[in-house]
């Protein structure tokens, strides 16, 4: 039974057709450092993915039908370094994410965001940010002295095919 494989590091179930994430089954998996689920049939993202967080680094949920976030449970991923959303149908992105301080990449390409994800601001630690194919209309504009430094170590920005007009 896979809740019996307290070592497992990496599990690869993308390309299947799982409608949830099986959080049940790695309850026990308290090294598990990459999920990959990508392009499967997953609609919603439950609270109890919380529980995967000690040691997550990478998360893929890419190609799934996701609509929205539990922002707490994202957060409390702590260890995460790289996150996948892409090919989703999200509308908003939680501002909870903010606490993810080790996020180096987040991929939010081909989703349904209108407003510029904010929250991913203050990342200290973020290098790339994916936000093509979505319906934005404005680049960032943050208030003045809002954040001292916004995104200090982005190096790549994506905005390709939106509906940006400044």
């Keep these: 039974e896979m809740a019996q ?3 497992l590091k990496q599990l690869y179930a993308f390309r299947n057709n799982i409608h949830a994430i099986p959080i049940g089954m790695c309850m026990q998996c308290t090294q598990l450092q990459a999920l990959f689920l990508n392009k499967n049939a997953i609609r919603a ?3 109890e993915i919380a529980n995967l967080g000690p040691s997550l680094q990478s998360l893929n949920l890419s190609h799934n039908r996701i609509r929205d976030l539990p922002g707490a449970a994202i957060a ?3 260890q995460l370094q790289a996150l996948d959303l892409s090919h ?3 509308t908003l992105f939680p501002n909870e ?5 080790m ?3 987040v991929t939010l390409s081909h989703n349904r965001l ?3 994800p904010l929250a991913l601001a203050t990342l200290p630690h973020l ?3 994916h936000l093509s194919h979505n319906h934005l209309t404005h680049i960032l504009s943050l208030p003045r002295h809002t954040i001292a430094t916004p995104f200090p170590t982005l190096t790549h920005l994506h905005l390709s095919h939106n509906h940006l007009t400044s």
Excluded at 97 to 101: I, P, R, W
């Design 97 to 101: 994410v903010s606490g993810v301080l």
């Design 5 to 7: 494989l307290t070592h």
């Design 114 to 116: 209108s407003t510029f």
């Design 45 to 47: 993202v439950p609270p």
């Design 127 to 129: 290098k790339e940010l």
């Design 103 to 105: 996020l180096r990449s």
């Design 88 to 90: 989703n149908k999200l």
């Design 76 to 78: 409390s991923l702590t």
